[in-house]
């Protein structure tokens, strides 16, 4: 079983929806959750990180974390075009900084 | 976040050589990382490299094929060597962030091509 478990997709959504990308992991001592966005050719580009159970909103976007059940979630409001590229779900316990990646959603939003 | 640059950006190569990949950081950075990105995969950790000491290797990762030198804090660079078309794949490095030792910034990639 990998560590941080996350469906690839594709996912296609029109735009103007509400998106919710999802990730499991099975690592009890992960306390850090991050969101990272990548385009096509592009590097990883941190999106959101939460520490712990809980939300954390900004702008359209909302990166919600419950550890009872190992859940990892980021919902994306009033999808664009321009939200197309993949999301990787990543996870760590501290300390070393060592990341866990799931293997990335990726999302096209057509107009 | 630091501003991070990769050379080259993308490259192809002939099996059994070896290219060196670059990795320039516009400020002093303690951590930083190598990770490959394979075709349609997530990302995997190569090795930590440390300044002034040799690089920490994760398992399935050797020095003798990714050697990797640190020779300060803004400076790092991965060599592929002995390349056959397994290694084709995308190459990031990244670094910790100083504001917040819990983040990770990545550069751009290298994506190399090994015919």
């Known amino acids: 079983q990998k560590e941080v478990e996350q469906d690839p997709g594709p996912l296609s959504v029109p735009e103007g929806a509400i998106v919710s990308l999802n990730c499991t992991y099975s690592?009890?001592?992960?306390?850090?959750f991050m969101w990272y966005r990548q385009y096509s050719r592009k590097g990883p580009e941190l999106l959101m990180y939460t520490y712990s159970s809980g939300n954390k909103e900004d702008g359209r976007f909302t990166a919600q974390v419950d550890k009872s059940s190992k859940y990892i979630s980021l919902f994306i409001r009033d999808s664009q075009p321009s939200d197309s590229a993949t999301y990787l779900c990543?996870?760590?316990?501290?300390?070393?900084?060592?990341?866990?990646f799931g293997a990335g959603t990726r999302l096209a939003v057509h107009p | 976040s630091a501003v991070i640059s990769q050379k080259p950006s993308r490259d192809i190569c002939q099996r059994g050589t070896s290219l060196t990949i670059q990795c320039q950081v516009d400020?002093?950075?303690?951590?930083m990382f190598w990770y490959r990105q394979q075709p349609g995969q997530s990302l995997t950790l190569i090795a930590t490299?440390?300044?002034?000491?040799?690089?920490?290797?994760e398992s399935g990762f050797v020095i003798d094929k990714f050697p990797i030198s640190r020779p300060n804090l803004t400076f790092s660079t991965l060599t592929v060597s002995n390349m056959s078309p397994e290694d084709s794949s995308i190459y990031l490095c990244?670094?910790?962030?100083?504001?917040?030792?819990?983040?990770?910034?990545f550069g751009p990639g290298t994506r190399l091509l090994v015919l």
């Open positions: 400020s002093q950075v303690t951590m």
């Open positions: 990244s670094v910790v962030g100083q504001a917040s030792q819990e983040t990770q910034y």
């Open positions: 490299a440390n300044q002034g000491s040799e690089a920490t290797y």
């Open positions: 690592n009890s001592a992960f306390q850090y």
């Open positions: 990543a996870s760590f316990s501290g300390g070393y900084n060592k990341l866990i």
